[in-house]
């Protein structure tokens, strides 16, 4: 396919969008009555609530479904909760879900701190825009792109060669033995886990940032008066007053770590005992062949995602009854 | 404003001064030892990037031999890293087609949810329903199905789907697939925006409506006249969060995308698994890839923290 047959097709898309879009519009702006109402309501959210039907609900319940099936492509037999045993207790799988457990408590909390720190530390400084900028950069860099911007950093020459990785020059300058960082397990883990906190703590210094602008100016005076240090500003005024945005800070970077593919994909390509849930979901999907596993593994990802988002739906009601 | 060091210091001694010297001289530690904690946490941050960017502009012997802040000492720089990419050159990897994809697949994929999820916030805002609630937080929840949960069925139902429609996917797929991963974008950009659009719209004074429902107007016309404009900065938020997460997209272009349309991702993820010696090449092309979300990033960083900060931080 040629560029310029890309380039129409993606017209005709759009086009086409919008000109369905008008058309219902049109045919429904008229309407005034009570029943005219609902056929509104039913113009403007019919195409969102179908394709998350189509393309949310239905298949989220095949994959429920297809958990319960062994490895086969055609008529695979019913296992019941064999996939779910063997993800359990399968050694593979467990380093699998060993990894996921590191991901999962590190990469939060982590990148929370940094974020909050940087953002205590750089407040009301004159060079704040600037300094904000540099740590929010790595969230527009794709995964893949932070990735192979990390495998330069990690990169390991053996024996006496020069290094062309930063890390391991600067360990050779120290007269430290140079380390090949990404294929030790389970150390390769944390290295990677390092690209994520890398991406994530300047989303957490964004949102903690302005929760400490919102800190009421007197509450901060008052604090000071009375011959607050700032540790204890910190501990004492600072975190009680932006808790709400701790929790939604920590659980957004909790459900996108759950998610995270693309830096193992790029960095080791899951090798050297560096998978993780969403990755072994895709290995074993398109590439193991073991569709009854891969179910599995994406209905406990849901399962793991669940109770934070009950949580977080608790929290935003709280907040919209205050 | 708290009274900073500097002013305090240029107190007049006469005068008695705002903060006692010792707690000023104390403050002025802490902060200085704050700005260069503040630096090193800056410097950590910039200096991959940096040296990414460096080893873009060198020529292949020396980012194989040798790291790239020998850049300083030895100087030498080179365009035909970019050129290579951009062009396929001697090694004959061309990324251009991968960005064209990139771009075609990202523009419909930003612009239709982001117009659908407007309609629906707009529904679930302002027009009254039998059972409004229970579907927007419905809604509300389905933005956690992971993707993952959906990529297997919804391949098989492009792939032969029912009713003998037209396949989205495989050999006979119109456009090479195009189609199925705008759809599928859409599909999982839905949820979110649904929310975060319905968050803005709510806080739209009830006054404007009522008044304009009162003058005449139906919701048609006041979706298109008066949300629309009102709601540009929240989409503009919206619109940049999405843009950034489908340039950025890995997994739904592996799954969905057939070879002739496959993004600058999957790409460097394949020169990255078979080329992996070819630093200079990987280099460059990172940083095409890097360069154009950067690029509208900056530019638009405004919209895009006031979208962040909508989605989190309530109340």
Redesign the interface.
């Known amino acids: 396919m040629t560029t310029s047959e890309k380039f129409f097709h993606m017209a005709i898309a759009v086009l086409l969008f919008y000109g369905v879009m008008a058309a219902i519009l049109l045919l429904t702006q008229r309407l005034r009555s009570r029943n005219g109402e609902r056929v509104q309501a039913a113009a403007f959210l019919g195409p969102s609530l179908a394709l998350i039907g189509i393309g949310l609900l239905y298949p989220a319940g095949v994959t429920i479904y297809q958990s319960f099936f062994g490895a086969a492509v055609f008529d695979p037999p019913f296992v019941g909760f064999d996939n779910y045993t063997a993800l359990f207790t399968n050694s593979q799988q467990l380093t699998v879900l060993r990894n996921t457990l590191f991901w999962v408590l590190l990469t939060p909390t982590i990148s929370t701190i940094i974020g909050l720190v940087y953002a205590v530390l750089v407040d009301r400084a004159s060079f704040e825009k600037f300094a904000k900028a540099l740590l929010f950069l790595p969230m527009a860099i794709s995964m893949v792109g932070a990735s192979i911007i990390w495998k330069f950093v990690y990169d390991y020459k053996s024996g006496e060669s020069t290094q062309i990785g930063l890390l391991n020059q600067i360990l050779s300058w120290l007269g430290i033995d140079t380390y090949n960082f990404l294929l030790e397990p389970p150390w390769n883990t944390f290295f990677l886990i390092i690209i994520l906190i890398w991406i994530q703590a300047g989303f957490a210094m964004t949102i903690l940032s302005a929760s400490i602008k919102a800190i009421p100016e007197d509450m901060v005076e008052a604090a000071r008066l009375d011959g607050t240090g700032p540790w204890q500003m910190f501990r004492h005024i600072t975190v009680p007053s932006i808790r709400p945005s701790l929790i939604v800070v920590l659980t957004t970077i909790t459900i996108a770590t759950l998610k995270v593919f693309d830096i193992v994909q790029t960095a080791t390509g899951g090798n050297f005992d560096t998978s993780v849930l969403a990755y072994e979901f895709y290995r074993q999907s398109f590439v193991a062949g073991n569709q009854g596993l891969s179910a599995t593994i994406a209905v406990v990802i849901f399962i793991l995602v669940v109770p934070i988002v009950i949580y977080n739906i608790r929290q935003m009601r709280k907040l919209e009854a205050r | 404003?708290?009274t900073s060091t500097p002013t305090a210091a240029q107190v007049p001694a006469d005068t008695a001064p705002a903060i006692p010297a010792s707690t000023a001289a104390k403050k002025q530690l802490?902060?200085r030892w704050?700005?260069a904690?503040?630096l090193i946490?800056?410097l950590v941050?910039?200096?991959?990037?940096f040296?990414?960017l460096i080893?873009s502009f060198r020529p292949e012997e020396d980012?194989?031999?040798?790291?790239?802040?020998n850049f300083f000492t030895d100087p030498s720089f080179t365009l035909q890293n970019y050129k290579d990419v951009l062009s396929g050159g001697s090694t004959g990897e061309s990324l251009t087609?991968n960005l064209?994809?990139t771009i075609?697949i990202t523009?419909?994929a930003v612009?239709?949810p982001i117009?659908?999820?407007t309609?629906?916030a707009?529904?679930?805002a302002w027009?009254?329903?039998k059972g409004?609630d229970t579907?927007f937080?419905a809604?509300?929840?389905?933005q956690?199905?992971?993707?993952?949960?959906?990529?297997?069925?919804?391949l098989?139902?492009y792939v032969d789907p029912p009713f003998n429609l037209m396949p989205l996917a495989g050999r006979d797929a119109?456009?090479?697939g195009?189609?199925e991963l705008?759809?599928?974008h859409?599909?999982?950009a839905?949820?979110l925006a649904?929310f975060l659009l319905h968050n803005f719209m709510r806080e739209v004074p009830g006054e404007l409506i009522e008044s304009a429902r009162v003058d005449g107007a139906?919701?048609?016309?006041i979706?298109?006249k008066i949300m629309v404009p009102l709601m540009m900065p929240a989409i503009a938020a919206f619109g940049i969060f999405q843009f950034?997460w489908v340039?950025?997209?890995?997994?739904v272009a592996?799954?969905f995308s057939s070879p002739?349309?496959s993004p600058m991702?999957v790409k460097?993820?394949s020169l990255?698994?078979q080329r992996g010696e070819d630093?200079q090449l990987?280099?460059s092309g990172?940083f095409v890839?890097?360069a154009i979300?950067?690029v509208?990033?900056?530019a638009l960083?405004r919209y895009f923290?006031r979208g962040?900060?909508a989605g989190?931080?309530?109340?």
Do not use: C, E
């Open positions: 404003m708290s802490t902060s704050a700005s904690v503040a946490v800056a941050w910039t200096i991959p990037t040296g990414l080893s980012v194989k031999s040798s790291g790239w802040w087609t064209i994809n075609v523009v419909p612009l239709i117009s659908l999820a309609l629906a707009y529904a679930f027009i009254d329903f409004r579907l937080v809604v509300f929840a389905l956690i199905v992971p993707i993952q949960v959906t990529l297997v069925p919804l098989q139902l119109p456009a090479g195009l189609y705008w759809l599928s859409t599909i999982f839905l949820p649904i139906g919701h048609v016309a979706f298109t950034l340039w950025n997209d890995l997994l592996l799954v002739q349309v991702t460097l993820v990255v698994g630093w990987l280099a990172a890839s890097l979300p950067l509208v990033f900056l960083q923290v962040l900060l989190s931080v309530k109340g």
